[in-house]
Every structure is written in C-alpha cells, then in structure tokens.
C-alpha cells in the first residue's frame, strides 16, 4: 500500500509536466487529463484512507522511503513520505476539493486560450500542496511549501497582462518568503539542536531541548504558518491575490494552501507544546487575525475580497485552536475541513456570479441575482449558513467547538479568547449575510460595463454547477458526519492527542451564545443592506470603514515601512557603489595615470641628460659598494 | 730591453720613476683638461694625443712595453688621424659656444664629475695595499712573450672574436659611409651646355696675381682698368679673410714703370698726371706683355 | 712611490672624460672624452696587472684598445653620416629619443 | 604512467582554440562548428575523469595525477591531479562551454553591411578560439597541484578573458557605436588591472610560500600535495604571521577574483558590457576557480590564518550577500543585474567555505556548479532577449510572455533557480551553506537567510517588468526562442531540476575530498546540542 503514497505526489506533477511541455497540441484535450491526474491522486487517496481505516488506530502510519536526497556528512535529507490520519485528512480535501475545482474550472476557464497552462499550474499545485502535507521531514515539507507558493505565485499572476496581477502575484511570492525564512530558521535551529529535521526524530524528542530553542523554533515556524495563512502581520497579500482566476482563489486561498500553516503547527505539535510562550504567542496572533479579517471583511464591495477577508478570520479561529495545545488541535483541523467546503463553495458562487456578470466584482453593481442564478443562489446560500454558523450545519459545529476550546483555556484567557470568537461570529454572520443581501436580494443594479456591453446574468454550465452542489453538500453534511460519535475526534486523536481543559461553561451555553450573536449580526446586515436600497456608489462611510476598505492601512503601512526605505536604500547603495567603491579605484587609476604623465617629463630626449642619469647612477652604484664594504 | 725588466721587476718603484710620474702626471691632467675645455675640435684633438703619449709612456714605466708601443702606434697614430680627418670632413675651423642650453646640465654634470671622481678615488684609497708584487717573474720571457702565450692560450677565443668584431666593424663603417650614386653622372658636353644655360662665366676663371712680381693665389689679378676681380681668388681664402690688398703697390709699380719707360725713349715727363683711365688704358697692352714675361721667369 | 697614484691618475682622467661627455656638444669631442676615459681604464688596468704580477691586466687593456678601435671606426662613420644629413655634429640637435 | 587524462582534457581545447583560429575567413561556420567538436571532445575526456574518479573511502585524495620535473631549480613541477571539488569544477567546466558556444553561435559574426577592416579579419574564429582557450586555462588551474603551475594558468587566463571582453561586446549599448567601445575597452581593463593586481601580490606570496617552505624542509617545493603531507606530519609549520601573511596573499587574488566586496567593481562592467556566452563564462567558470583556490590552497596549506581571518571573512561575505542582492535590485540594466545577483551568490559560496564545516564545504562546491548553471540558463535567456530588442534596459521590456512565452518561460525557470527555488540545484547547496554558517554561528545564518527575501525581491521586480504586463511598443512581433536556442537552454534546465531533486551522485564525488579539506582545517562540525541518538540511548 505505502507504494501508493509516492504515485499519490506524481500524478499531478507528471500532468503538470506534461500539460507545460506538451505544447500546444495539447490545446484541445489538455484540460481534461489534468482533470484525469487530479482525480487519480483522489482516487489513490480514497483507497488509502480505507487501507488506513481497516488498521488499528496506532498502526495508522505509513511510511514511504524514495531515495536520499542531500547526504553530507551528518546531514541527511531524504525523500519520504509519512502518511498517517493528519496527513490523510488533508490528502482528502486536497485532492477531494482539487478535483472538484479542476472539473469547475474546466467550465470557467472554457474561453481562455492559454487554458492548457492554467490546468498545468493547477496540477503543479496539487503535486506540490501532497508532498507538503506527506513530507516526513521538514526540508521535504519546505519544498511542498516553497512549491505551493509558487503555484500560487503563477496563478494569481496567470493573467500577467494585467499589470496588478503580476504585481499582486509577486507580491505574495515575497511575502510568503520572508515567512519561509521563518520555516528555513526553524529548520537549521531543529537541526543544530537535535542533529537532524525529520518529524520522527525531532517531535518525539522535543522535551529534550531547552525551552528557549524550542520557543525559538515555535516563533519562527509560526512566522512560516503567518506568511502562508495569511496571518497578521504577513496578511497583507491574500487580498491582492484575488487578482488571480476564481477557481484558484477558492482552491488556494480558501480551502488548502492557505490552512498550511495550521498544518505546521498541528504538525509541529510537540515542540509547541513544550513551548508555551510561543503557544502564547500563535493564539494572540490567531485571535487578532480573526477581528482584523472579519473587519476587513465587513468593508469590502468586491466580493472576492470579502470572501477573502472572510477566509482570513476563520483561519485565525484555526491558529486560535491550535495555539490551545492538545485541547484545540483536533477542532483546528476539524474546522478547516468544513472551511475548505464551505468557503470553497462561497467562491465557487462568487465566480459563477461573476461568469454571469462579465467579470464584475463590485457587490454594489449585483443585487437580485437569485432569480437569475438559482442554483447558484442555492449553494451559496448553503453555503454562507454553514459558515455563519447555522445550527447542525458544518460551520455549527467546528466552530462552536473551537470557542468551547477557547473558554476552556481557563482563566481569564479563556474568557477573553471565548468573547474574541464570539466577536468574530457575529462579525462573521454581518459581512457573510452582507454579501449574501447585496449579491442575491435587493433590486438589480448592474449597468454596462467598460465596453458597454449590458450584462445578462445568467445560469452556469454543469461542469460548474455540479462542484458547487458537490460542495454545498459537503457543507451542510461535513458536520454532521464528524460529530457523528466524534468520529473525527477519533480520527484525529493518535497524532494530535486531545486533552479537554476545564471549561467555565457548557458546550451547551457556547452553543446558544453562539447562535444569539449569529443572530444579532446577521439582524444587524439585515437592517443596513436588506430594508433599504443599496448604494451603487459606496458612500464615505465612518473613519473605521473606510480604513477597513483600505486593509487597515496595511499596505499603506508596509509600502512607507519597507517598500519606500528600501527603494530609497538601494537607490542611494547604487549610487554610493558607483560614487565611493568605483570612485576609489578610478581615482587611483586616474592619479598614477597623473604621476606617469609628470614623470614622463624627464625623458626629454637629450642623449646628454640621459648620460648625465647613467653617470649619476654609477656614482651612486659606487658609493653603495663603498658603503657596502664600510659596512 | 734589458734595462726595462729590470725596472719593471723592482717591486718598490725607484724614485726615477717616482720622478717621472710626478714631472708626466701633472701634464696628463693637463691634456684631459685641454681636451674637455678647449673651444676648438682640433686643439681638443691635439691635447688628447698628447695624454695618449703620456700614457704610453706610463705603460711603459709599469713594464707594459708591448701595450706602450701599442699605445703610440694605434691609438695615437691610428685612431687620433681618424679623428682629425673626421674632423676636417664636418669642418675644422668650427669651434663650439660653450653657451650651456639644457638647464641645469652643466651643474648637474659638474656634481657627478666630482662625486664620481671622489668617490674612486675614495673607493681607490680604501682599497690601498701597501706592498705589490711587481711583473718581474710575469715579464720574465720578455713581455711580449708573455702576452702572447697569455694571448694565444687562455684568451685565445675573445682574440678571435675581437678579429670578428673588427672585421665587422670595418664593414660597417663602409657600409654607413658609403653612398650609392642614384643618377648616372654628366658628360663633359651636358656640363658645357648646363653652363652656357645658366650663363655664368664661360671661360676658366683668370689668373690671380699681376705683374710678375705677385703671382701668390692671396692676390687678385687686375682688370684692365687696374681694380682687382674677384674672379681670381679662392672664395676660401676671402673667407678666412687671407686675401692681400694689392692697390697701393701696383699702383706705385706703375708709376715706376711709366717713369723708366718715358726715360728710355727721351721725351719729357708729362706735366702732372695723365688722366687714370687713359694712363691705364695705354699702359695695359705693355702690362700684358709683362705679364707674359713674369710668367716666363715664374717658369724658370 | 706607491704605484696607486697610477690609479689615482686614472680615476682623474676618467672623471675628466666623464665631464667631457656631459658637457660637450660636439658629438667628435664627446666621442674622445670617451676614448680619454677608455685609456684612463686602460691605465688602471696596466697597473693592477703590475701590482698582481700577472699579465691578465694588460690582455684585458689589449682587448679595450681593440674594441676601442672598433667603435671609434664605427660611432666616426655613424657621426660623418649624421653630419651629412643634418649638417650638423651636435648631439643636441638630435634629440629624438623621447615620446 | 598512464594515460595523462587530465593533461589531454586541458589540451582538447587549447588545440581546438589553435584548428579554430586557423580557419581561414570565409569559413566561418567551419571554425564554429570546429569549436563546438573540440568542445565535446572535451566534454567526453572530462566523463571519462568523472569515471576514472574512484569514490570509494580508501582511495586517494588526489587521484591521475601526473607529475613531470620542470623548473627543478625551484622545484616547479608539473604536477596534476583532482580531489573530488576538482573533479566536479572540471566537469561544470566542460559541461558549460558547449552551451556556451551554442549560445552565442552568432555574436561574433561581422555585422552586415561593414565592411571587414581587411580580407583576414577573422572576429568569428577569434571568438571561439578564445572561449577554447580560457576553457583550457581553466581546466588545468582547476587540476594543476603544484602551486606555481596554478598561478600561471590562474593569470594566463586572464589573456583571452581580456580579449573576450574588449573586443566582443554585445551589440545592445545604450550609447551609440564608439561609446560601445569605450565601455567595453574600461570594462576590459578594468578586469585586467584588477586581476592583475590580485594576482601579483599571489605571486609574491607563491614566492613567500617557497622560502618559507626552503627554511623548514629539505629543500623548497611548491607541491600542494608535499605541503600538505608536510603539514600533516608536522614537519612543516609556518610561524604564526609568515602564514598570515602568505595566506593574505593568496586570499587577496582569490576574493578578487570571486568577487567579495568590495572587490567587485570589476565584475558588473565586465559582464555588462560582453556578451552574454562571455558574461557566462566570467562569472559561472573564471571566477569559479577563485572560490575553488580558496578552498582548496588557502584553507589547505594556511588553516591557522584561515581560522584567523575567519571573522573578517565571514563578515566581508555577508556584506557581499546583502550589498550584492540590494544592488541588484536597484539596477536598471539587465545583465549588471545578474552579476550583482552573482555578487551575492559569491557571498554565499565564500560564506560556505569560511564556516569550515563539511555541509559548508558540500554546499559550497555544489553551489559553484549550481550557480554556475543557474546564471547561465538565466543570462543566456536574457542575452536571447537582448539579441532581439538590442537594449539591454529593464525598461524597454514588457509583456514579453505574451509574445514569447518559452522565452518567459524558461527566463522564469532560471530565475526560480537563481533565487534558489526548492526543487531545482541551487536551493540544496544554499541551504547546505546556511546550515554550516547557522551551526557555527546562529546570527550569520540568520542575516544569510534575509538574502533569500532579497533574492525573491531582484528575481520577481526583473520578471514582472521585463515578462507581464503590456506589450510594450516595439515588442509586438518579437519572435520566440529558436530551435538552437531552445537546445542551449533546456538542458541547463534538466540539469537544474535534476541536481535539485537528486544530487546524490556529485555529493558521493565530493565527500571524500570534503572529509579531507575538513582534516587540512583539522576542524569538526559542530554537534547538536542535544544528539538524538545518545537521548535515544539515555531512554
């Protein structure tokens, strides 16, 4: 069985390979094989994770050992793989969602002329996301993760035409690296603390290190899981990455790359655990993204961008769990499932909305579309009460388990962190019930776009519809089937542990309080954007909103702290290189140049002179002999 | 000869020798310095000979007979008429402006002259060795012997060499010297009509002298009317301003002449002087005559 | 008398000659200050052959007249062509030897 | 003796450079055609050194080695042979130059249209000649084990480097034709005098080296192998500051050639202005054999003083990193671009070398060849690109993907690999020198690892404005790479992709040789503070 893991990675990079070598002979039927490689590596994952269900809850851990990848001396990195249930949770969605987004994207990239590379890039994601999520060892992990954010970089960028693409794709490629730094720093601190970085050797001994080191590796793999989740304060390019196809936004920076870093640090469990500052440390992070990202959130007209502000909070609820240690990396997980349906199938709506609106993304030119796009006004709408949080529905339970996790912290941080995510629900019930009012309800206000021509919405072809059902129903259902006998907790409980703290309250209270302030926020949407008309044009707004339509100055923010220092840096270092560095050398070639000239003087051709200098220096060559024979 | 191996093997010198160097040493320096001050080539030339005498004879006195006669006859005899031909070829009478043009040669000449000499001389006193062994046994063979067997044996290749080198050398003073003619040269008829085309003086230039009594290149001949041409002297001579004024005295001649002429025939001398062109004029075919005459008794 | 004064006279007319070379413009005159000094070296020679004993001095002051001989027929022909073509003998006038 | 393999691998080319230039003028394919076979020819003599290399724990360091009397005066010696860095450099060499010729198949042809200055004007057999040349100059500095030998072909290849630079500049100057050649003459003296400055205070050092070793030993000899074995048996030991002094020396000409700052001035003109096959050449082999010499002479024969300047250098090659990678972004040129980029790689090799631990030393010989095959898929691309615009500034480019997009492709392909993108070669071998640097000292490999950011920075800005966006004007019709120049650049590719993925048959080769510089330094590698294996033991 193991032999499949290795084939479950090459499937999509041999689509990938040939899908963006294959040429353009490929134009044709080129989509449809890297459909194919999607869903083989589904397919393979299926059957593991029933092999993985026939054993026992211990023996749930496959290895895969390739080949040795870099030995120098003491340093080993080799190529395998370790699948066990977290790994195999991931492969799931991964290749689950993945597939259902190839097929979606087989109907929206349809009159793209550069579809086959598209599909190439997708596939290359795929590879790249399986081989993060099965590395054993962390270099193997880096490499996954360096090649998601390529992948990433490619997709967002794929429409390079258009200059804020190239940047926007850029610009997360930068920032995730300065989070790979983080990874890279943990990994040569793992390595010249316990000699090596494979999960095997380094989790079971972590007690062994100093709490500082461990505390250092924790920080600095957190800073990795910031950059890739998009998590303050390396958050700043999810938004622009909406520049990118809509499938990849809802694959990437939805359902999979982006919860990576949950990943990691579920992954990287045991060092943070005996960590505790730097457990500290990811849940204040976790619970200030989710305000940041459910503000931003609430402000955003286009639509994907508040999608994607909406991705960001509910990954702060999942570094929230799983700074909480054992009691919250289970719910961690948990949740990011039923995100990676739900907001999945929130993006799928929002490109089909778009697919019928000539690629209009502000929300104030939609307005009652349900009639126009039933079907996709029904999965959304599924979708968008799962993740609000609406009873027995997938959203209800995750979450509503991560603010039990919260509370039962304990102590007044568990009171602080329960009313965080309290917060962050019913901010999260107000910008979801936001979009769903200004997208679907209200009356239409679409006009002509650029080139004048008059939008008529209309319904999306099946290949796009049927992931979007495929995934409403993953999002109503996902609850259900995990908190059926806490199958999941089940599941999960040999590689994460689970520990359940002492809470001040009930699951039952949470549940209720979540539900009110769901309630309260989705009341609150309702009376500013359903009673009366919306706006076309977005009025000023408070001061808050109108930071928030600006990321909170996050841009702003980073462009003056970095972007202009260090254009002014390099700018003043070129011209000192060319000034003071240069300078030096060219002046002492011009004054030697200047000395010879002078010197030079003395060659006045007079054979006399000459001789006078030949007898001058015999006379000297004399007197050093004598001197010599003095001496 | 024997005489000199004797002088030569005394291993301190006799005070003869003391007594010649000090008379001779003083009169070398003297040359070298009349070799470096003098204005004209030709006296510098002169000086040097004459150190190169007394070198000679040095040689001599330190029992070098061979390189003493040597000495006179290459170096003195040899190279030195070299010199003063050379000398008469770029012009003799030349003499050099001691009028220094480069700035600050002669100082700086002067300042190596004398350190350099101080400083061998220096350098000479600090290697002073109070006793020598003299060429007695060295000369025993006579020394030309020695030399010779020295030459023949042990330096024998650089011998061959120098003949090489001379050999060479003499080819290549030709060689520099020599100039190839690039046209073929005239006949004596393309001369004639060279000169008739230019038109200067068509007949060979007249005689110099008058009167039997000069017939010295330095004076010129006289025209008919008794000024001197100056034709009939070598430019060269006028150059070097060595020309004799000749009117006074063949004038008087003249006057003499006339006066014997008119006593011989009897007839009253005429009253006063005759007018000088008619005089002249009547005495010029006589004044030839005479001029024959003295020619023949120059030829006796 | 120390045989020495020899070399003494020696190194006199050498400096003599010296002088000569850088003073004088006259390319014949300069052309015997070297000669005055080649006989100052020939001197010295003599005298060391005197006061060694051995006949390898004056071989060596042979050999200087030869070689002496030599150039003067050579650095005499090379001055007489000199003169013919610039009408002059001054080793100023020919001061070509710079850039 | 056997076969003199590694003679004959440097003599392939040196006899290649003298058919080549032998061609007559008209024949100008002949000559590149010529060239490209002796190239392979010694491409294939290099696998067979490869073969012949025996990796095996027991086997000698320096392996075919030949050793012939020359100068025995001075105890010169001809002598040859290869440890596995050596192997591996010689094999990058050989590899490259083929490529190197393929590329640049039509830069030294004679512009159409001016007439030749004279009928045996012959640029084109020049051209390759030269590459042969420097190919052979290089091939034997990288095998020469006597001292001496390696100084002289260390500054005899500067001869044809100058000539390459000077006299064939790319066609692509912002100012016109004279003002060309003007930059192209100060690029090329500028290189030289550099050079040359370098490498004559080695020479006085190499002299130094002799008398030094005069005094202890027997007699003096600039052997390597001698030296060493001397060291080792103690026989041999340099007072405290003639070894510093020697190693001053000879580090000097090493850090001038691999350019540290700041030494480096040099390099960006030289690149700049050349062609971008020489630009290649300069930086992915000449100055190869600067990082390579410090490894192998100034830690081999000086390792007190090495230790001593340790600080110094280590610090110089952060600079490098950091100055290198800020430069190159703020550049507007191309080609000067990626030498900074180059700077900053040296910086890292250096860094590598200095930590003096076996991973640094892997990593650091693995980063020689890989940043030699990186920068020469990416500037060769870029020269393509050149080529077809005739300007060599970022901002005359634009949407270059939509009009070419293999030229985008593989233009992003090779800077993925320049800023070492895991999966492709150069990754491994940064990676290997940060862990060596961060082992010894947790603060340098820190500040090394901001230069990966930097990297991402120069990489991407360079891409976005040449690659996306609109078409600029003037770009609409620009044709996409060529048959032959998909063939030069695909293969560095593979090459790049596979040494990222397996790099375990040049690491096999370069362990021993490894162990052995380790020993030279008498250093070990730092041990992890807590060794998994004893806790294993402890439970």
């Known amino acids: 069985m193991e032999s499949l893991i290795g084939l479950l990675v090459a499937a999509p990079l041999l689509g990938a390979a040939v899908l963006l070598l294959g040429g353009r002979r490929l134009d044709r039927a080129g989509h449809w094989f890297g459909l194919a490689m999607a869903a083989v590596s589904f397919v393979l994952a299926v059957a593991l994770f029933f092999d993985l269900l026939d054993r026992a809850g211990e023996e749930r851990t496959l290895h895969q050992h390739l080949f040795s990848w870099v030995p120098v001396a003491d340093f080993r990195a080799d190529v395998a793989f370790q699948l066990d249930q977290l790994s195999m949770t991931f492969v799931l969605l991964i290749t689950g969602v993945g597939t259902l987004i190839h097929l979606y994207s087989v109907g929206y990239m349809e009159h793209d002329e550069r579809r086959r590379r598209f599909f190439g890039y997708l596939n290359l994601f795929l590879g790249a996301m399986l081989l993060l999520v099965l590395a054993d060892n962390y270099l193997l992990l880096y490499v996954g993760w360096e090649g998601v954010g390529l992948a990433s970089f490619l997709l967002i960028g794929f429409w390079q035409h258009k200059p804020s693409a190239a940047t926007a794709a850029k610009k997360a490629f930068v920032v995730n690296r300065v989070g790979d730094v983080g990874l890279s720093i943990a990994i040569l601190l793992m390595f010249t603390t316990f000699g090596s970085f494979a999960f095997a050797e380094v989790l079971p001994n972590a007690d062994s290190a100093s709490e500082g080191t461990l505390t250092g590796i924790g920080l600095m793999l957190l800073l990795a899981a910031c950059g890739k989740s998009a998590q303050v304060p390396l958050q700043s390019w999810l938004g622009d990455a909406m520049e990118g196809p809509t499938p990849v936004s809802a694959l990437i920076h939805a359902a999979t790359m982006v919860t990576a870093g949950v990943y990691l640090v579920v992954r990287s469990g045991a060092v943070f655990d005996a960590a505790p500052d730097a457990q500290t440390v990811v849940v204040v992070v976790g619970a200030v993204t989710l305000l940041f990202g459910a503000v931003v959130g609430c402000a955003k007209d286009d639509i994907k961008k508040a999608l994607a502000g909406s991705t960001m909070s509910q990954i702060g609820y999942m570094m929230l769990a799983a700074g909480l240690g054992p009691i919250g990396y289970v719910f961690a997980i948990m949740h990011l499932v039923t995100h990676g349906f739900f907001k999945a199938g929130l993006f799928l709506g929002a490109g089909s909305v778009m697919h019928g609106m000539n690629d209009e993304v502000d929300m104030r030119r939609y307005g009652g579309l349900r009639t126009y796009m039933p079907v996709t006004f029904v999965t959304f709408g599924l979708a968008y009460l799962a993740i609000i949080g609406f009873p027995y529905l997938s959203g209800f339970f995750s979450k509503d388990e991560i603010i039990y996790a919260g509370f039962s912290k304990g102590g007044t941080e568990g009171w602080i962190l329960g009313g965080v995510m309290l917060l962050g629900a019913a901010l999260t019930a107000y910008y979801m019930t936001r979009i769903m009012l200004m997208t679907f309800f209200g009356e239409k206000r679409w006009q002509p776009d650029a080139n004048g021509h008059e939008p008529h919405p209309h319904e999306s072809p099946l290949t796009m519809t049927v992931p979007m059902m495929v995934l409403a129903g993953g999002a109503v259902a996902a609850g259900f089937v995990f908190d059926a006998g806490e199958s999941f907790v089940h599941w999960l409980e040999p590689v994460t542990g689970l520990e359940h703290g002492d809470s001040p309250v009930s699951h039952g209270q949470v549940s209720i309080a979540a539900t009110a302030v769901m309630v309260l926020g989705v009341a609150g949407a309702w009376f500013q954007y359903g009673r009366r008309p919306v706006p076309v044009v977005a009025p000023t707004g408070s001061l808050l909103t109108r930071a928030a339509r600006r990321d909170l100055l996050q841009d702003d923010f980073n462009h003056a702290a970095f972007v202009q220092t260090g254009s002014y840096l390099t700018r003043g270092l070129v011209y000192l290189d060319h000034k003071l560095v240069d300078g030096v050398v060219n002046g002492t070639a011009a004054s030697f140049g200047g000395l010879s000239g002078r010197l030079r003087r003395i060659q006045n051709g007079f054979a006399r002179s000459y001789a006078v200098s030949m007898f001058g220096g015999a006379a000297v060559l004399v007197a050093v002999t004598l001197l010599m024979r003095a001496v | ?300 | 008398m120390n045989p020495q004064n020899y070399l003494y006279l020696a190194a006199l007319l050498f400096t003599l000659g010296a002088s000569g070379v850088l003073l004088r413009r006259n390319a014949i005159v300069v052309f015997m200050c070297i000669e005055l000094m080649l006989n100052a070296a020939n001197l010295a020679l003599v005298t060391f052959s005197r006061m060694h004993g051995n006949l390898d001095g004056q071989i060596m002051a042979f050999f200087v007249m030869v070689v002496a001989a030599a150039e003067v027929v050579v650095g005499l022909a090379i001055i007489v062509m000199v003169y013919r073509s610039r009408h002059s003998a001054s080793v100023d006038d020919a001061s070509l030897m710079k850039l | 003796m056997s076969f003199p393999l590694l003679t004959a691998t440097a003599v392939a080319p040196a006899l290649g450079a003298v058919v080549t230039a032998a061609v007559p003028a008209a024949r100008r394919t002949t000559a590149k055609w010529l060239a490209f076979g002796f190239s392979l020819l010694t491409l294939a003599l290099a696998a067979a050194v490869v073969l012949r290399f025996d990796t095996a724990p027991g086997a000698d360091r320096f392996q075919l080695t030949e050793s012939r009397s020359w100068i025995p005066d001075f105890g010169v010696r001809y002598e040859l042979g290869v440890d596995g860095i050596g192997v591996a450099m010689i094999a990058l060499t050989a590899v490259l130059i083929p490529f190197l010729i393929g590329a640049g198949w039509n830069d030294a042809d004679p512009v159409e249209g001016e007439a030749p200055a004279n009928r045996r004007w012959r640029p084109t057999q020049g051209f390759f000649a030269l590459i042969l040349m420097v190919e052979a100059m290089v091939i034997l500095s990288f095998a020469a084990t006597d001292v001496f030998l390696f100084y002289i072909f260390f500054e005899a290849m500067l001869i044809p480097m100058y000539f390459l630079i000077g006299g064939f500049g790319d066609r692509a100057g912002e100012q016109g034709e004279e003002g060309q050649a003007r930059q192209r003459s100060y690029a090329a003296v500028k290189f030289l005098l550099y050079n040359l400055a370098g490498g004559l205070v080695m020479l006085a050092a190499v002299i130094g080296l002799y008398v030094a070793t005069a005094d202890q030993l027997p007699e003096g000899t600039f052997s390597l192998q001698a030296i060493l074995e001397a060291r080792q048996s103690g026989e041999l030991d340099f007072a405290a500051d003639t070894e510093r002094w020697l190693f001053l020396g000879f580090f000097l000409a090493f850090a001038v050639k691999a350019p540290l700052w700041p030494l480096h001035t040099w390099l960006p003109n030289a690149m700049g202005e050349s062609t971008a096959p020489v630009a290649v050449l300069i930086t992915a082999v000449v100055d190869k054999v600067g990082t390579f010499a410090m490894l192998r002479f100034c830690l081999g024969m000086f390792p007190e003083a090495s230790e001593w300047a340790t600080p110094v250098v280590v610090g110089l090659a952060l600079v490098s990193i950091i100055y290198g990678a800020l430069l190159a972004i703020g550049q507007r040129d191309m080609k000067r671009l990626i030498a900074y980029a180059s700077i900053s790689h040296f910086g890292f090799i250096v860094l590598g070398v200095f930590a003096m631990t076996s991973q640094g030393h892997g990593g650091a010989t693995l980063y020689m060849i890989n940043h030699g095959i990186a920068t020469a898929a990416l500037m060769l691309v870029a020269g393509f690109l050149i080529a077809r615009r005739g300007s060599r500034l970022i901002a005359d480019y634009g949407g270059v993907q939509k009009t070419a997009p293999v030229l985008a492709g593989t233009f992003l392909i090779g800077g993925l690999a320049t800023l070492s993108l895991p999966g492709t070669g150069p990754f491994v071998s940064e990676f290997l020198v940060l862990v060596s640097a961060f082992s010894r000292w947790q603060a340098v490999g820190i500040i090394a690892c901001t230069g990966i950011v930097l990297a991402a920075l120069y990489v991407l800005l360079l891409y976005q404005r040449t690659m996306t966006g609109p078409v600029k004007a003037g770009l609409e019709k620009l044709p996409d790479l060529r048959v032959r120049e998909i063939a030069v650049v695909a293969p560095l590719i593979v090459l790049l992709v596979f040494l990222g993925v397996y790099p375990k048959p040049l690491t096999e080769i370069l362990d021993p040789a490894v162990e052995h510089t380790m020993s030279d330094v008498d250093r070990t590698d730092p041990q992890p503070q807590h060794d998994v294996s004893e806790v294993e033991a402890a439970e």
């Open chain 2, 1 to 300: 000869m024997s005489t000199l191996t004797t002088l030569a093997a005394e291993t301190s010198t006799s005070t003869g020798e003391a007594v010649q160097f000090w008379i001779l040493a003083p009169l070398a320096v003297l040359g070298g310095l009349g070799t470096l001050l003098l204005r004209r080539a030709v006296h510098s030339a002169l000086c040097l000979a004459g150190t190169m005498v007394l070198l000679a004879l040095f040689y001599l006195a330190n029992g070098a007979y061979f390189l003493g006669v040597v000495q006179i006859v290459v170096y003195t005899g040899a190279v030195m008429m070299l010199f003063l031909f050379v000398l008469m070829l770029v012009g003799v009478s030349a003499a050099d402006s001691f009028k220094e043009t480069l700035a600050g040669q002669r100082w700086l000449a002067a300042a190596c002259g004398l350190g350099l000499g101080l400083l061998l001389i220096a350098g000479i006193g600090q290697a002073s060795t109070g006793s020598f062994t003299g060429l007695a046994e060295a000369n025993g063979g006579g020394n030309v012997e020695g030399l010779a067997s020295l030459l023949f044996t042990r330096y024998v290749v650089a011998f061959e060499v120098t003949g090489v080198l001379l050999t060479i050398a003499a080819l290549g003073a030709t060689l520099l010297t020599h100039r190839e003619r690039v046209e073929r040269n005239k006949t004596q008829r393309e001369q004639a009509e060279e000169r008739v085309r230019s038109g200067v003086q068509l007949p060979p230039l007249p005689a110099p002298g008058v009167y039997a009594r000069h017939n010295g290149v330095d004076i010129p001949g006289l025209l008919p009317d008794g000024t001197p041409s100056e034709l009939t002297v070598n430019p060269t001579l006028r150059g070097r301003g060595q020309v004799r004024e000749v009117h006074g005295q063949a004038l008087a001649d003249l006057a003499a002449l006339e006066q014997r002429t008119s006593a011989y025939q009897g007839r009253p001398s005429p009253a006063g002087p005759a007018p000088r062109g008619t005089a002249l004029g009547g005495a010029a075919a006589p004044g030839d005559g005479a001029v024959s005459t003295d020619a023949e008794e120059a030829r006796k």
